[in-house]
Every structure is written in C-alpha cells, then in structure tokens.
C-alpha cells in the first residue's frame, strides 16, 4: 500500500504539485486501496460519528473517500492535498460546498479556530521530521478550542502476538517496496515513536484510543 504523500523534500512543495506523483494512479487509487481501509474507516468514525452542521478537516485528504460519511451526514468538510490528481477525484465525489485545496499542510490557508474536527489518516509517517511537529502545529492552530483531533496511523510498541509481528513485517516491506524518501520518512517515524511524541509536544490529551490491524495501527481521538 502506498498512502498519501503531502510534501517531499526531494521534489520541494511547487515542484510537487507541478510533477504530482499521483497523477498516473489517482484515477485506479480507491480501487486498490479502498477494500483494504474499510474496516479501518469503520473503526475511525466509532470514535467520532459524523453529526450534522460539524466542521470537518482531513489533511491529507486524498480522493476524499474518508470525508464521504461526513459529507453525507451533513457536515461541512474540507480537505487539503498536495496533489492536483487526487483533488480531483475527490471533487467527484464530494459535490459543493465541499471546500478542497490543493495546498501544503504546513501552512494551511484557513482561520484560527475554524474546526470542530480534523482527520490525518495515515499520512503523518510519510513526511519528513521536520515537517511533522510543523504540520501538527498547524492542525492545533485551526482546531476549535473545543475541537476534537482523530489521528490514525502507524502503531511502534512491541507486538505481543505473531500476527501482530507478521503483520509489522508486511508493513515494513510495503514501505520499502515505496522506496525513496516515503521509505526513509516511514524508518525515522517509526524511530521517533510514531505519534504520542507529536501530540505530546502540542500539549494534547487523549480522549479515546483504539488499535487495528493487529495492533499495528493506533487510532487516537485528541483534544486540546
């Protein structure tokens, strides 16, 4: 599997969106994928059901597949992307007033308090160290005082079952069959253990958490 990129240090934020490594898959992307990430959606929004008039972000939004149940519930969602080609298929299926951007997450263009929740979907492994605690830090900015954060990715304590290790090993060779800088940023993720060091750093607490896959992805419903 290979997950949404949102910037790459190689390619540089313009040059990415120009290129868009994305633009030859994102019409086939939800085909692959979407099969694999439908337990895990299930999972996502149990710890927060969609209810009407809600604000709702995803960054790293994709072809938008994960803001559907959002959209369809009555919220007001928005989603922010590097890639011009998944912007695009997401517009397909998320009709107006869906608000989607083309955009780097780092420096996103909405105001201070604008969000009653924000989703990153396996997507904060893929960027670089430095881009991280940026990133979050921006996330924290646009969340509502009273807001909610829902962070799903990459699980790094030690498995206690052999599911749970073989199911560490087919992630690690899905990420290195990536290669390039996804597979470096996914190593040094997962050396700086993943994501309670980020949200710590933002002084976050959590307020509910769950597992999938085998313990290999951690689910966390945050609040300021």
Known sequence: MVFILLTSPALGVENYMRDDPYRKMASW????????????????????????????????C?????????????????????????????????TDPADLRVGDAASMPYSNDQFDLIVAML???????KLRPMVLQEMVRVLKTSGRMLLVDYQCEPHRTLLGWLGRWITYII????GGDH????????????????????????????????GNIALYLLGV
């Open 123 to 129: 997507t904060l492994h893929e960027m670089p160290s």
């Open 29 to 60: 992307y939800d085909t692959m994928l979407a099969p694999f990430t439908a337990s895990l959606r299930r999972k996502t929004l149990g710890l927060y059901p969609p209810m009407s008039g809600l604000q709702v972000l995803e960054v790293g």
């Open 175 to 178: 990420e290195r069959m990536a």
């Open 62 to 94: 994709g072809t938008g597949t994960n803001l559907v149940p959002f959209h369809e519930a009555g919220c007001r969602v928005a989603g922010i992307d590097l890639s011009p080609a998944m912007i695009a298929q997401a517009q397909k299926k998320l």
């Open 183 to 214: 597979f470096k940023n996914y190593q040094d993720y997962i050396a700086r253990n993943g994501l309670p060091p980020l949200f710590t750093a933002q002084q976050l607490t959590i307020k509910k958490e769950a597992s999938a896959a085998n």
